[in-house]
């Protein structure tokens, strides 16, 4: 998993919330409620979570 350690816009830490984001989406929480509590309000932080595409699995098989 490669998750951005900082906003690309803002600069604020968004990589370290990204494991709980998993872990409380998968629970059933709405991602809505879960950004805001994790602290990312502004939407560029936000994007930089939800738009996350896990590519690595997909390309270890050509390395």
Known sequence: MIIP???F???KVVGSAYE???KRVKAGEKAE???DSLGLERYCC???I???AE???DAL???
Do not use: H
Request: hydrophobic share 40%; net charge positive.
């Open 55 to 57: 590519l690595v699995d």
């Open 5 to 7: 350690v900082r906003c």
């Open 20 to 22: 709980a984001y998993q």
């Open 9 to 11: 816009t803002c600069g």
């Open 61 to 63: 098989p050509f390395g």
């Open 33 to 35: 409620k879960v950004l």
């Open 50 to 52: 939800l738009a996350n």
């Open 46 to 48: 936000r994007r930089m």
